[in-house]
């Protein structure tokens, strides 16, 4: 006979264990798609976008009465190539692993990789500004503000050394949220309104709007976005960018993206495939601005 006080340790084998719905992970944000040019290719146009141009312009020239003017001009092209490509994700399940749990694990996995397919399109277009030869800032240097406002007279002027063409607007920032932060600090702290003669100011202006809304907002007339899913590399330095809607091109194909499921009687199970087509690249490096800058997680 069991004596003494009896406690949950002793009922154990009855208790019963509660299983919460599952949460799924938060996905960070894509958007780069509508910040940059788009073309379509139609089924049976191949996988090559042939984009020509014009590079050189004419020149006209002073001439003298009664002088033959001989001096005729031609328009050469030049022809970039982008191409697209295949992306794509598996997923396997068996029918015991549907079965045995109550959360609705096809819808699931379909919607864990579309997403996966829209993360990989968005980490491509990001990869395109490490590709920019122009550089405004620095690896280990906090990023500064009027960094934009560099890059957008500059893109306008084009009356630099090399440069003929001035970048068509509209121009965006993308930077890191740890770039942004820097923006922050550098705008103002809240104690910055001190004055030794007449106490506290009011704060107002950028630095109230920064400071009161905590959001991201234009600067110098230049749309700024940030992106989480900016690499961050091992010296902590990420690489944003300032660029016209015209430097990078995104190339789409009828296969947005295509799910197929194929049953496998034999391994008894379901076979999950989705894939998409597309190409993405850089048209004109003038027309863009890459900013390195430090990325370190802040802590004051």
Known sequence: MATGLQTTADIAAVLSTVLSPAREVIE????????????????????????????????????????RLDNPQKLIPTSQQFTTSEVGIEIMMTDKSLR????????????????????????????????????????????????????????????ESG???????????????????????????????LNDTTGYLPIEGITEELIRKGEVIPLYGV?????????????????????????????????????????????RAWDMVITSEYGVGEVEDDWGFKITADATAPTS
Request: net charge negative.
């Open 163 to 193: 440069v003929t063409e001035a970048a068509p607007g509209p121009y965006f920032a993308v930077l890191h949220p740890f770039h942004w932060h820097d923006v922050n600090v550098s705008a103002a702290t809240l104690g910055s309104n």
């Open 223 to 267: 749309p700024v976005a940030t992106h989480a899913l900016m690499d961050i590399d091992a010296s902590d330095d990420a690489v944003g960018a300032v660029f016209s809607k015209e430097a990078f091109l995104y190339i789409s194909t009828s296969n947005t993206m295509k799910t197929e499921t194929e049953r496998d009687k034999n391994l």
């Open 28 to 67: 960070k944000p894509v958007f780069l798609e509508k910040m940059i040019s788009h073309v379509a290719l139609k089924d049976g146009d191949g996988t090559t976008y042939n984009w020509p141009k014009f590079p050189t312009q004419l020149s006209a020239q002073a001439l003298t009465e009664g002088v």
């Open 100 to 159: 045995v749990t109550p959360e609705p694990m096809r819808a699931r996995a379909g919607r864990f990789a579309g997403n996966a397919m829209k993360r990989k399109k968005e980490e491509d277009i990001l990869a395109l500004f490490a590709g920019l030869s122009r550089d405004l800032g620095s690896a280990g240097s906090a990023f500064s503000p009027t960094d934009l406002n560099v890059a957008k007279v500059r893109l306008q002027a084009a009356a």
